[in-house]
């Protein structure tokens, strides 16, 4: 690209931008990195998953369990919302009366700006003493994936219809014209047209699952155990760092920052896949 | 000038290339017995705020080529699309007039446009395989239409392949995405995916316009080869191609603010001699 000397000026300012936002992330790594340095240092990133229990008082740091607390809510939450949420749009923008799409489709969007935690008081007043009315104590792992299956639904349903409103109109008539009922024109051309911003948008509601603390810090029981039910109460990784931090101190401390290490791990692992998922585009 | 009579519309094989050049014009021959295929009858089509094109009537007949031309927004799509009812797709579109396909008639309320569409295939300017495997593209019209046998369903791929010449160029990648092809290949696929329904008629609007010039003329032969076991319908603005492929030609033009039809006849007699003075400026290039 040859650079003329207008372009000049725009380039500076997007390339610092750009360097803004890298250094930013990079910092913060570096700071939790910084953080969990003498813990780390200490007892090894090892004994954070195999120690028995999380009393880093008496130096025992076993993560795992919230660890695996933290991946069940999300993939649980994952697992309803996606298809509830498709379900909701591929009604809404091909079968609905316009009457009922429209407002329906308000509704989503207003869904997605409710804050997390009037999403944790309605849990904690309504859905938890519900499912403590059939398996006590109702703050569980299933209180958990409910909360966080209906915060993160309006962003796989508003992705969802934002991907397929953008499969060109060409498929459409292409399917109308080999014959294909509206089911085959959904099910086989448009869902596979716009299955890299479907995936896209599940990947980023899985990111909001994994890092989503206040709603289900509030609906959870917070007892760090490895869930073996949906009954189970369960501390996430994330409730874990907001429950503590306030009085931990040394070692203890550190330790919370391996917690954030860890759930940035996840997130990387997840926004990984994802650009791999995305570079597969041509091969849907 | 005389006209080298022959029977060109049945027997496609022996056609010869050189016979569709620009020089005289082996165009136009009596096909067969012209046998109307589509009948259409004093059709008019309206959008919610104006009259695309108004009392057309022509006979399409079976195994010939149909070349339709005239400029820009003339009508000439919209009337296409009118034949296999992908004009419900267009809110606020309305129909007037009869179109009957072998004495069915396309716009009836009772009409299974499923079915109809089956018998008629459409080809778009803009090749639009699925986002999906080679294989895929081909399987899926035929699965919809209530094929499964894993053998019918693997011999009427290849032999869709085969007719559009894409086989031997993608036999060994079918599993492979759709469009990875090139732009002529897409396009080809698009005619096989027609095809492989086993359509009777085949519409297709502008097929050759998005493609490069050697793609282009890939695909010219193939329709040129359709001739005589499908009845074509082919809407273009390129005339020398009309010119090259068709058996009938017609010709519209804006008048009195919406489309109609100037002038229908053996493709020979529309391009040398054009009953009407719209039709002689717009082959001569004088006008559009």
């Known amino acids: 690209m040859s650079r003329s000397r207008t372009d000049q000026p725009l380039i500076s300012v997007l390339a610092i931008s750009a360097v803004i936002a890298a250094a930013i992330l990079l910092l913060i790594l570096l700071f939790l990195l910084r953080e969990s340095w003498p813990v780390l240092n200490k007892v090894g990133i090892l ?6 229990g999380w009393y880093p008082l008496e130096a ?33 923008r091909f079968y609905a009366p316009r009457w009922l799409a429209l407002p ?8 997605a700006g409710i804050p997390s935690v009037v999403f944790g008081l309605w849990g904690l007043t309504v859905l938890v003493p519900f499912i403590a009315a059939f398996e006590p104590p109702g703050a569980s792992l299933l209180a958990g994936i409910l909360i966080l299956t209906i915060m993160i639904l309006p962003t796989i349903a508003l992705t969802a219809d934002a991907a397929l409103a953008a499969v060109p109109e060409h498929y459409l008539r292409g399917s109308a014209a080999l014959g294909f009922s509206r089911a085959t024109t959904i099910l086989g051309v448009l869902l596979p047209a716009a299955k890299a911003g479907i995936t896209g948008g599940i990947l980023l509601a899985a990111a909001r699952a994994l890092g989503e603390t206040m709603a289900v810090l509030m609906v959870a029981g917070n007892v760090v155990q490895t869930p073996t039910s949906l009954f189970d109460p369960i501390r996430t990784l994330t409730a874990n760092i907001a429950l503590e931090m ?3 101190t040394g070692d203890h401390r550190a330790s919370l920052f391996v917690s954030g290490l860890m759930l940035m791990g996840l997130v ?3 926004a990984m896949s994802a650009s791999r998922l995305g570079g597969g585009r041509l091969h849907g | 000038m005389t006209v080298i009579e022959k029977n060109v519309c049945c027997t496609p094989s022996e056609m010869s290339s050189e016979a569709f ?28 705020d104006k009259t695309a094109l108004s009392g057309v009537s022509l006979d399409i007949y079976r195994g010939c080529i149909t070349a339709l031309i005239g400029p820009s927004g003339c009508g000439k799509t919209s009337f296409l699309s009118s034949l296999n009812r ?3 797709m267009i809110a606020g579109c309305k129909i007037k007039g009869e179109i009957l396909v072998d004495s069915v008639n396309v716009h009836a309320a009772n009409t299974d446009v499923q079915a109809l569409r089956r018998r008629i295939g459409m080809i778009f300017q803009k090749p639009n395989p699925f986002p999906l495997s080679i294989r895929r593209n081909l399987e899926m019209p035929l699965k919809e239409h209530g094929i499964r046998d894993r053998y019918v369903l693997s011999h009427r791929v290849e032999k869709a392949l085969t007719d559009v010449g894409l086989w031997d160029e ?17 396009q080809r696929l698009c005619i096989a995916r027609a095809l492989v329904l086993e359509p009777e008629i085949l519409l297709m609007d502008e097929p050759c316009s998005a493609l490069d010039p050697l793609s282009s003329a890939v695909v010219e032969d193939l329709i040129k080869s359709l001739r005589g076991r499908y009845t074509v319908v082919i809407v273009t603005h390129n005339l020398a191609q009309a010119r090259r492929i068709a058996n009938y030609a017609g010709f519209f033009w804006m008048q009195e603010r919406t489309g109609t039809l100037i002038e229908f006849g053996r493709c020979q007699q529309i391009f040398e001699a054009p009953a009407h003075q719209l039709t002689a400026a717009y082959v001569s290039g004088a006008r559009g």
């Open chain 1, 246 to 248: 306030a009085y931990a």
């Open chain 2, 21 to 48: 050049t620009l020089g005289p014009l082996q165009l136009g021959p009596p096909c067969c017995d012209p046998e109307p295929h589509i009948q259409i009858k004093n059709l008019s089509l309206s959008y919610a």
């Open chain 1, 268 to 270: 990387l692992v997840l």
């Open chain 2, 86 to 88: 992908l004009t419900d």
């Open chain 2, 170 to 186: 993608v036999k060994d990648r079918l599993d492979s995405p759709a469009l990875a092809l090139s732009g002529g290949q897409q």
């Open chain 1, 47 to 52: 004994r954070f998953f195999t120690d028995d």
């Open chain 1, 60 to 92: 025992r740091f076993g993560l795992a369990p919230m660890l695996w607390a933290t991946l069940a809510v999300g993939i649980g939450a994952v697992l309803v919302a996606t298809p509830l949420g498709l379900a909701a749009t591929l009604f809404t």
């Open chain 1, 104 to 111: 329906f489709q308000r509704m989503v969007a207003l869904l």
